[in-house]
């Protein structure tokens, strides 16, 4: 008899699973745990990375032992995490690795002089006021172009800045930035202060918010470099600084074309003297993590504590090994999954994938909502996805990354030079397909709509959303549900924007898009009214999240039609006390017990297009029938939702 998959330990029993399944799910399991102090949360996604770190640890440590014995990346691993722990050579140098960097600032005479240092430090991984980054273009895309969008901010969003509610935060912010100007010796450290909160407050009034960016319409303006320059004078300036060709940059993608006219306007009205101060704390934020110990616990304090909630900082080891992931992450990836993933992992996951997009075609389909002429399109799109799992079949080469064992701001500026020339040279040739965004060792999984393909690293393929030798009613509820979510993706409020081949074309007949609006309206309504447990007061939006909400809602919906097709019309055995549908969903909720504190809540309210966890959990599983029929629901339980009022989409 095969195992159930589900923890029957985490089983709260004084919770029916008719009133709230999350809680039964995981209700023992939330009352007992106690979130580490060195984070936010604690949860399903956190405990796996644990796994991961360990043994992406060992891996490092391993390198590191072997000393001036190793060679070629290993070395460079090995050194790079030495670096980083040598705490007593990063205390004994202080500032000093920025010293320099802070006088250039204020050495600057013009604000075309700072624009071209902003461009060169950008090069040695210090934020400015915009990002660049390469994809496909979303009007052609075979073709590599450079994306450029708003930025420029120490709070974790615009809203920060405007709305009422995060007045405590901003202040504690101007404390922060006084904080760390001391610590480097800007002079007047609070006045200071307050006049470069006052400047982001008047940049962040200048970008868009979320919701909007979630619309890749508005955010795909293609321009020219002679356009791009009329909205921002200086971009030129600054691409020369920061040593990108011209070649490069004929056209670009300016995602937020009015941040830029208005960064320039208040480049031109704002004192030079309030912009180097600026930029000195940009230089200084992005730097404190690899100075002495003063720099590194000032940041924490504001950015860990005030504003995540979390009491202490990782243990060295823990950054360290953060900082080699970031920079040689692949190379680590490579030994990761040969000693820790299984090629029939891969096999497995194979078959899951096939029977999702089959379960997808076939629902399709049969869409009561959907014309012919667009379920044609969408089934075309279905047919042109492309899956990547475990690991990539090509490596990234680290051979232009130098590490100095002494020297490890250094090493980070260094990795991050390297990692912008690899990503310039992808730009004007073909879309590499072998590319992947996320490491092997990463708990994630994702979706590119620019290249209609879903991405599941190794690290994510362990229990409890893939447990090799569970029954297929826990892996279809945990894995399975996942697939789904990714492959809805691509047919989310943002996905479904782009076709099989990932252009941005609308392949929707009025109708079926006024129908699929209609929809999703009634899915914002249902998320609109639900505050968290770690929030009280504070309520999910619903357009910020709808892109995920979808793909949850379709994830779980075609998983479980994917698990009645691996059924093959036999009746599952009743495992635990539970039949396959009711094991099923246990394991769904399973997949996101977690407990957070209250300001990391309150900060993904504000940034994060995933709905709190509970809501990934009930709020889909009450708009699905097959819930109601696997728990026997009725109108007199919690988690009964009216007919008329459930959406089903996919």
Do not use: C
């Not at 699973?17 to 106690?34: C, F, I, M, R």
């Not at 093959?568 to 009743?574: I, N, S, Y």
């Not at 969903?585 to 017990?593: I, K, L, V």
């Amino acid at each position: 008899m095969p195992i159930s998959g589900i923890d029957l330990s985490n089983i709260d029993h004084t919770v029916r699973p008719q009133d709230d399944l999350y809680q039964h799910v995981n209700g023992s399991w939330l009352k007992a745990t106690e979130i580490p102090d060195d984070r936010p949360l604690e949860g399903t996604f956190t405990a796996l990375r644990d796994g991961a770190e360990i043994a992406v640890r060992d891996i490092i440590e391993e390198a590191a032992a072997k000393g001036e014995a190793a060679s070629g990346i290993e070395r460079k691993v090995g050194e790079l995490y030495n670096s980083f722990m040598d705490e007593a050579t990063v205390e004994a140098k202080g500032m000093e690795p920025i010293r320099g960097r802070l006088a250039e600032v204020f050495a600057t005479t013009t604000v075309a002089d700072l624009v071209a240092l902003a461009g060169r430090l950008f090069r040695s991984d210090v934020s400015g006021l915009f990002y660049i980054y390469p994809a496909p273009d979303a009007g052609n895309p075979d073709r590599i172009l450079l994306y450029t969008g708003q930025g420029g901010l120490g709070l974790p969003d615009e809203s920060y800045y405007r709305e009422e509610k995060f007045a405590p935060m901003v202040k504690a912010y101007g404390e922060h930035v006084r904080t760390m100007f001391t610590l480097a010796g800007v002079a007047d450290p609070e006045p200071a202060a307050a006049r470069v909160v006052a400047l982001e407050t008047s940049l962040a009034s200048h970008h868009w918010d979320n919701v909007t960016l979630r619309d890749p319409q508005k955010t795909y303006n293609l321009k020219s470099a002679e356009e791009a320059a009329t909205l921002f004078p200086l971009l030129n300036t600054w691409f020369e600084a920061a040593g990108i060709d011209p070649d490069k940059r004929n056209e670009i993608v300016v995602s937020t074309p009015d941040f830029f006219s208005g960064a320039a306007g208040l480049l031109e009205s704002e004192p030079l003297s309030v912009w180097q101060e600026w930029l000195a704390l940009r230089v200084v934020n992005g730097a404190a993590p690899y100075l002495s110990s003063e720099f590194v616990d000032a940041n924490f304090a504001f950015y860990g504590t005030t504003i995540s909630g979390t009491p202490r900082n990782k243990d060295r080891w823990k950054r360290a090994v953060a900082v080699v992931e970031a920079a040689l992450g692949e190379a680590v990836g490579q030994i990761y999954v040969s000693k820790h993933f299984p090629e029939t992992h891969k096999a497995r996951m194979q078959t899951l994938v096939a029977n999702l997009i089959e379960a997808y075609r076939q629902s399709i389909t049969g869409l009561a909502w959907m014309g012919e002429e667009t379920k044609a399109e969408a089934l075309r799109k279905l047919e042109a996805f492309r899956a990547k799992i475990g690991y990539p079949d090509k490596w990234i080469d680290y051979s232009a990354v130098e590490i100095d064992p002494l020297d490890l701001l250094g090493n980070v500026e260094r990795a991050h030079n390297a990692d912008v020339d690899r990503h310039l040279d992808e730009v004007g040739k073909p879309v590499d397909l072998n590319k992947w965004l996320m490491t092997p060792q990463t708990v994630n999984a994702y979706y590119h709509p620019m290249l209609n393909e879903i991405v599941f690293p190794a690290a994510i393929l362990q229990p409890p959303f893939f447990t090799a030798d569970a029954d297929d009613a826990v892996n279809y509820g945990g894995i399975g549900a996942v697939i789904g979510h990714e492959i809805g993706h691509g047919f989310d409020d943002q996905g479904s924007q782009f076709d099989g081949g990932g252009a941005l074309r609308n392949w929707w007949t009025d109708d079926d898009r006024t129908a699929f609006e209609k929809l999703t309206a009634k899915l914002v309504a249902q998320y609109d009214e639900l505050s968290p447990y770690a929030a009280p007061g504070h309520n999910v939006n619903g357009k910020l999240t709808l892109g995920e909400n979808i793909g949850d809602l379709g994830g779980l919906t075609i998983a479980y039609k994917a698990y009645l097709l691996s059924l093959d019309g036999k009746e599952p055995e009743v495992l635990d006390g539970l039949t396959g549908q009711q094991r099923f969903f246990a394991s769904w909720a399973a997949g996101w017990r977690q407990v957070i504190r209250s300001e990391e809540a309150i900060r993904r309210l504000a940034t994060d297009p995933h709905s709190p966890n509970e809501f990934r959990t009930n709020a889909i599983a009450k708009n699905l029938d097959a819930f109601h029929q696997a728990f026997g629901v009725t109108d007199q339980d919690g988690m009964w939702m009216p007919q008329d009022a459930r959406v089903s989409i996919w």
